[in-house]
């Protein structure tokens, strides 16, 4: 019987079906895909017409040679391409509502994307360009923010997008050469206040970018929030560096912003404190041409970090325990507006140790009585590369050292924010005054004149001693005994003070 060849292919007949397969396939993995649409500012689905958009996706190519955007029907203009983002602008002339948008990448188009267009979609540019965070916003005249600390009377610009049609209009394409003024003329709110800008339209550096020029408003200080809004629709808020105080927290705890102690240590955190830092020199009150006075007192200083924008003090003793006060900063270059503090008798704030091998590990600032030694679990004093062990290595108590406490042991645990504290804890008797420290050798003793409530592991325990560490102006030590029954190494220590709030860390114990 004879074979038919009808259905048998030639070599050559399959190398060129290889190929036309292979072309195939190829032509598939080059179609572009959009997985989404965002706005260039806030990085968030808020769009309009006109606005500067980041469009994710895949086989975008890498130069803008052959790639194009289509929104509903209507073209707009590509700015940037890489494989998976492209940066473009979207046209003015496409109608609000649902719609959807193309990409085309030499013959091949995208599915279509739904989107959603807004009249207007008002985001500010960031510094980072992650759409949170410090906002672009620059000086006019000097063009030094957002490096800089602004202040009350600086014209300031901000960069933003989704502002819609300017009059005369402003097609979209290359960054226009004119300033066009926004049709709707939007609104600012800064630190709270809010007002109409000076000027708003288009930004000659970028399509689809405005510039809202503003001066900034009096009596606003430290990190604020900027909102921009148009149309009824609000930006995200940006944050601006202004100079002067953006909080008084506990130097122990980093809580509660705004309330403080006096007789406690704080820090104090803002703008414009200078670039040179200061570690020593309490009780001066001027470090590096810097001061801080409360009610117009001034507060002796224990450091200043000004490259962190930090100010760690002691709270004036001879503050209210009640009411407010006002404080402001005063540098070489001037003095801040007043920053309203809140006093109250006492806020304990434990000091802690965080635990390099252990997230979310915070444990408390606890020595063994009598020692040097610190009380926390062996992991985190490897972690720490504190020496370890400490009793059963024999280590001399003055030496530094870290294990868990055990049950039966004396600790100290320390503290600031515990209220006043006198002699021997008098009522009637007077707290340290401003400036000095308790004695050294301990032959007077300021006790807390109300004596803290401490429980270790929930198990309330007898506080043997609650007042200033001698040698010591706002830091407070409180000592008691390890209680039995509890092991482990994140047993919590809570701490309040006369109906004050409770602060809490952890400690290790373990039977040794």
Not at 169 to 179: E, N, V
């Amino acid at each position: 019987m004879k074979c038919s060849n009808r259905y048998l292919f030639t070599e050559a007949t399959l190398r060129f079906l290889a190929l036309i397969l292979l072309g195939c396939v190829a032509a598939l993995a080059q179609t572009p895909t959009v997985t989404a649409v965002l706005n260039g500012a806030s990085l968030d689905t808020h769009l309009c017409p006109g606005v500067a958009a980041v469009i994710l996706g895949t086989n975008f190519g890498s130069s803008t040679a052959g790639v194009s955007i289509s929104v509903g029907g209507k073209p707009g203009y590509v700015v940037v391409v890489g494989p998976s983002r492209m940066e473009a602008q979207l046209p003015f002339d496409v109608a609000t509502g649902s719609t959807f948008i193309t990409v085309t990448v030499g013959s091949a188009t995208s599915p279509i994307y739904i989107i959603t267009l807004d009249p207007f979609a008002p985001a500010l540019f960031t510094v980072n360009g992650n759409g949170s965070g410090s906002g672009f916003i620059f000086g006019l005249l000097d063009g030094t923010y957002p490096f800089a600390p602004a202040r009350a009377g600086d014209i300031l610009v901000a960069i933003a997008t989704g502002l819609g049609p300017t009059n005369p209009a402003t097609p979209i394409g290359p960054p226009p050469k004119d300033f066009a003024r926004t049709a709707t003329f939007p609104m600012l709110t800064v630190g709270g206040v809010r007002f109409f800008p000076g000027n708003a339209g288009t930004w000659t550096t970028g399509p689809g970018f405005y510039q809202v020029i503003f001066t900034l408003p009096a009596g606003i200080q430290g990190d604020v929030p900027v909102v921009l809004s148009i149309g009824g629709k609000d930006s995200k808020p940006v944050t601006l560096s202004v100079f002067g105080i953006s909080a008084i927290v506990s130097n122990a705890s980093f809580r509660p912003s705004g309330t403080a102690v006096a007789g406690s240590i704080v820090s104090l955190f803002g703008n414009g404190f200078g670039t040179k830092n200061q570690s020593a020199g309490f009780p001066g009150t001027v470090f590096q041409g810097v001061s801080v006075n409360f009610n117009g007192m001034p507060a002796p200083l224990f450091a200043l970090t000004a490259t962190q924008s930090q100010i760690d003090l002691l709270v004036p003793s001879e503050l209210p325990a009640s009411g407010t006060v006002d404080v402001t900063v005063s540098t070489p270059f001037g003095t801040s507006p007043p920053y309203k503090l809140t006093m109250t008798a006492a806020v304990p704030g434990l000091y802690f140790l965080a635990d390099p091998s252990t997230k979310n590990r915070f444990n408390a600032i606890v020595q063994f009585n009598g020692t040097a030694w610190l009380a926390m679990p062996a992991s985190m004093a490897a972690a720490l590369k504190f020496p370890g062990n400490c009793s059963a290595s024999n280590y001399d108590p003055a030496s530094f050292c870290a294990q868990p406490a055990a049950p039966g042991d004396f600790l100290a645990l320390y503290t600031t924010g515990l209220g006043k504290a006198t002699p021997n804890g008098d009522p009637n008797g007077a707290p340290l005054k401003t400036g000095t420290v308790a004695p050294a050798d301990g032959s007077v003793l300021y006790k807390t004149v109300d004596t803290p409530t401490v429980a270790v592991g929930g198990i309330p325990v007898r506080v043997l001693f609650s007042g200033l560490v001698p040698g010591f102006a706002g830091l407070y030590q409180i000592n008691f005994q390890v209680p039995t029954g509890i092991i482990g190494n994140d047993i919590p220590v809570a701490v309040s003070i006369s109906g004050s709030p409770i602060d809490t860390r952890t400690i290790a114990i373990q039977v040794r």
